[in-house]
């Protein structure tokens, strides 16, 4: 009665919810600041004064949200915390993230978060017939979708100081005339090629296979690879809500790439769900990018807060990896990861433990807000 797909799958496994008691929510990467008020208004004002709305198809194409993520996108530069917000609240990049062309609604996707948006870029790019490379220790939804779509993997370990071995993800890219695909910044580990050695990964990279870069967390200090994509039409972008924009309830995820493979991944989206961006979603989406001040604000405070917690772990002897993201990597020696997340747990705050071999003896930190964070301290103090 059931397929032989079905029996080989291996499904993710998210952060725990539990339900059994209130906890401090530091476990699966989420924004601890609210959306802003916009997004409020706007979603309870859609919700109210257009309730009939709700009873039609949405915009299948999501064609006002595209438009509202590529303005977002030029006025930042794709990373918000290091945006400058004048007097009058006007938002520019930094010279570094400034993006040399203007991102136009046809270079934008949008999908029911980015793990919807993944799957339709493994379907669109990915065949089973040869292996694609990736990061021994990445995003662990990866393996999850090749699985489902039946495409063999080329596991790259990391390097001895966490860093992606490029160079042998590069050897056996071009050795298999693979894709590649990794996030940057990686998860779990936190650290960030800069956008010149993913330009030279890329132009190393097979040039008839596509280069995915998984840009989930790079608001939080990263630098997006959106600026090459004039550069490699290769090049696929993919970027969320859920974490620098505070949405990780509303699921919205986006692609950035050229016109051509945005249609690949549309084509897919339509052969599988004409309609993925709900209304209310559609609605949210748009308030966010047109209160992107707020958002930078946040990304700020996250990036401040996580360096604070960087240097207070690092002074009770914890081995800390440099992040660039709003989760921190840290493991100390003598003191088993699995027992520390326990114990954690048992004074009210979840953190996130992975038993992968390789990494089981660190936990990974979500930044929570300055409050939550001293509370978290002064547990880790006892340990």
């Excluded at 993944?118 to 979708?145: A, I, K, N, Q």
């Excluded at 840009?215 to 997006?224: L, M, P, Q, W």
């Excluded at 100390?332 to 089981?360: C, W």
Aim: net charge negative; charged share 25%.
């Amino acid at each position: 009665m059931i397929s032989n797909r079905m029996k080989n799958l291996h499904p993710y496994v998210p952060g725990e919810q539990p339900k059994d008691r209130e906890y401090i929510k530091l476990n699966a990467n989420e924004n601890p600041y609210k959306p802003s008020p916009k997004v409020v208004e706007a979603v309870v004002n859609a919700a109210t004064s257009h309730s009939e709305r709700l009873g039609l198809y949405p915009d299948p194409d999501s064609n006002e949200l595209k438009s509202a993520i590529a303005k977002m996108l030029n006025e930042t530069g794709g990373v918000l915390c290091r945006a400058n917000v004048a007097s009058d609240g006007t938002v520019s990049p930094s010279e570094s993230d400034r993006i040399p062309f203007e991102v136009t609604k046809d270079m934008v996707f949008c999908g029911n978060g980015s793990d919807e948006v993944l799957s339709f870029v493994f379907y669109s790019f990915f065949d089973g017939d040869r292996e694609l490379v990736l990061p021994e220790h990445t995003y662990s939804f990866y393996p999850v979708y090749a699985g489902f779509y039946q495409i063999p993997l080329d596991k790259v370990p990391l390097k001895a100081d966490w860093t992606l071995d490029t160079e042998k993800m590069l050897s056996d890219a071009n050795g298999k005339d693979s894709s590649v695909i990794f996030a940057n910044p990686n998860a779990p580990t936190g650290l960030s090629l800069t956008r010149d050695e993913v330009r030279r990964m890329i132009g190393r990279a097979p040039k008839d296979r596509i280069f995915v870069v998984d840009e989930a967390y790079v608001d939080f200090g990263g630098e997006s690879a959106i600026p090459l994509i004039k550069e490699f039409d290769n090049l696929v972008v993919v970027r969320t809500f859920s974490k620098s924009l505070c949405g990780a309830g509303q699921r919205l995820g986006y692609i950035v790439s050229n016109p051509k493979l945005i249609e690949c991944v549309t084509t897919v989206k339509n052969s599988f769900n004409h309609f993925p961006v709900d209304f209310l979603t559609q609605t949210a989406g748009i308030a966010a990018c047109s209160d992107v001040a707020y958002y930078v604000g946040c990304a700020k405070k996250v990036a401040s807060v996580r360096d604070d917690f960087v240097s207070f772990l690092r002074s009770k002897g914890w081995f800390v990896i440099d992040s660039c993201t709003n989760f921190v990597f840290a493991k100390k020696d003598g003191v088993p990861g699995e027992e520390t997340y326990r114990a954690i747990k048992a004074d009210g705050i979840l953190v996130r433990h992975f038993s992968t071999p390789g990494i089981e003896e660190f936990l990974r930190i979500t930044i929570g807000t300055e409050e939550q964070m001293e509370a978290l301290k002064k547990i880790m103090e006892k340990i």
